[in-house]
């Protein structure tokens, strides 16, 4: 049997972990797997954040301007630019969907997609190539677990079935079903035209699972060696309102591996891949302390030598696993880069979307994690229900004073996440004193479309313009020597 795996997730630095997955399982059960990598064609993925260029600063308060002005012509506008712009344009389609038809060639017995909402029309011409060739096409992502996107892609010709969930377990048997055009409803997650169910429980034994398998992605288009790594799934806090990660396949409640297994795998892809670069995928690398502690104490005999990038959430626990001499002993193991969501300095604001943090002890985190030698960077949203232009403000007061312990910030305007905990909220219980309205869910993104009448007030725009200056003034600056690797990366 052989099996075509299409990786629409193309990141340009580093190989997809679920694909690494997908093509690991299917291996060790016998199953002969090739994958389409669309960077290996030269497509490119979605760019991250990197060092501010002295022009981006004006660019970004245009693209912010286009966004909440009340002009719906701009906004039309500007909606037609992103579309534009999308990671996936019409020429990468063109380039993918070719890429795709070569494959077919050699006939496999199925496909399987992995794939973002946003890829919905590179998933139609994909689909339509399975139809017209008889092969059976399976879909799955991290957003398959929402109900309104798969009865939306169950529907479109050629699509055999989405699966919704971590599909590990199950996947060399629900593939011989595939290709054996058998009925797949004994499947949990298994959605098909006319039936759409539940996405299936979590995956509890992660320690069972192979080691992700990126041999055969185009590790000579990255511009280094990094190897993606992940020690648990889901979230240990999962309550910020605002997040849609825990509601994603692999995000929904928190499972870790064991210390051990993960150590093994670091151990393997080091060698396999002659990679001293890692990036650890978690949601929050600290959710499970003594893991956490275990693998700072342990990486130096294991892997001595190899630098990593991490994110965390500095939270409120007694012990969150990132005092001053936690952040030290990690540096020493090569924590290079560390991210963690700022999200607002505003103490009404932080408590509105339930994050779990404290200014103070987050202030000391930035201090302690750069005298430690570790590149810090933030992530910040501007515009959250309810959110004040003196909101805006003291969030671009803290960053302004807490400049030399920041390296980079990544400055999100607020998107209301299909499935998020405040999605149900402002669906079902809108708040009187929060004055958004909740529109309909774009397919192509998974975001529900909203409507902030206060963005739009020269007040809050200006203070939006003074915290972007904040954020130009830090991103403008280059990484420490030793992060630029990771620049990019996250
Ligand atoms: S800490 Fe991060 S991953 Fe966890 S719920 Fe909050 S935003 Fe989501």
Redesign the pocket.
């Known amino acids: 049997m052989k099996i075509l795996v299409v990786d629409l997730n193309n990141f340009s630095r580093y190989p997809t972990l679920p694909v690494g997955l997908i093509v690991a399982v299917l291996r060790h059960a016998g199953i002969g797997v090739q994958v389409l990598s669309p960077l290996a064609r030269g497509v490119p993925g979605y760019p991250r954040l990197t060092r501010a260029k002295p022009w981006d600063g004006l660019l970004d308060r245009m693209k912010y301007w286009s966004a909440v002005t009340p002009s719906r012509r701009v906004r039309a506008l500007r909606r037609r630019a992103a579309d534009a712009l999308r990671p996936v344009d019409p020429s990468s389609r063109e380039v993918i969907v070719g890429y795709a038809r070569e494959l077919l060639e050699s006939r496999p017995d199925a496909v399987l997609v992995s794939a973002y909402t946003m890829h919905e029309r590179t998933c139609d011409e994909l689909a339509a190539l399975c139809a017209a060739t008889d092969v059976p096409l399976l879909i799955g992502g991290p957003y398959f677990s929402a109900r309104e996107i798969v009865e939306r892609w169950t529907t479109k010709p050629g699509v055999t079935a989405v699966y919704g969930g971590e599909p590990e377990a199950v996947l060399p048997a629900l593939v011989a079903d595939l290709v054996a055009r058998r009925d797949l409803s004994r499947y949990a997650g298994v959605s098909v035209p006319g039936r759409v169910v539940a996405p299936a429980p979590p995956l509890h034994e992660l320690d069972a699972l192979p080691f992700a398998d990126y041999t055969d992605f185009p590790w000579h288009r990255y511009p280094n060696r990094i190897v993606p790594i992940m020690t648990a799934r889901g ?1 240990e ?4 309102r605002f ?1 849609a ?2 509601r994603t396949a692999a995000g929904r409640s928190f499972r870790s591996r064991s210390l051990d297994d993960v150590l093994h795998e670091i151990r393997h892809q080091r060698a396999l891949h002659d990679a001293s670069l890692f990036v650890f995928l978690d ?2 690398l600290n959710s499970d302390v003594a893991l956490w502690r275990g693998l700072v104490d342990r990486l130096p005999d294991v892997a001595p030598g190899i630098r990593w990038t991490a994110s965390v ?1 500095v939270d409120a626990r007694d012990e969150n696993g990132l005092s001053r001499s936690d952040l030290m002993r990690a540096a020493q193991a090569g924590l290079t880069r560390i991210t963690t ?1 700022l999200e607002s300095a505003s103490e009404p604001l932080r408590k509105r979307m339930a ?1 779990g943090t404290s200014l103070e002890r987050t202030a000391a985190y930035l201090r302690d994690a750069t005298e430690a030698g570790i590149s810090v960077r933030l992530t910040t949203i501007l515009g959250y229900p309810g959110e004040e232009p003196a909101d805006v403000d003291t969030t671009a007061r803290f960053l302004a004073d807490h400049a030399p312990w920041i390296e980079r910030v990544m400055l999100n305007r607020y998107t209301l996440m299909l499935d998020s905990d405040d999605d149900r909220r402002f669906r079902t219980d809108p708040l009187p004193s929060v004055p958004i309205r909740p529109g309909a869910v774009d397919p192509l993104t998974a975001i529900v479309e909203h409507e902030n009448p206060t963005l739009a007030t020269a007040a809050h725009r200006a203070a939006a313009y003074r915290l972007m200056a904040a954020v130009h003034a830090i991103n403008r600056r280059p990484l420490l020597p030793k992060a630029q690797d990771f620049e990019g990366v996250m």
Do not use: E, N, Y
Request: aromatic residues 8%; charged residues 30%; positive net charge.
């Open positions: 979230c806090w999962a309550r910020c997040c990660d825990v949601l929050k959430h969501g994050k």
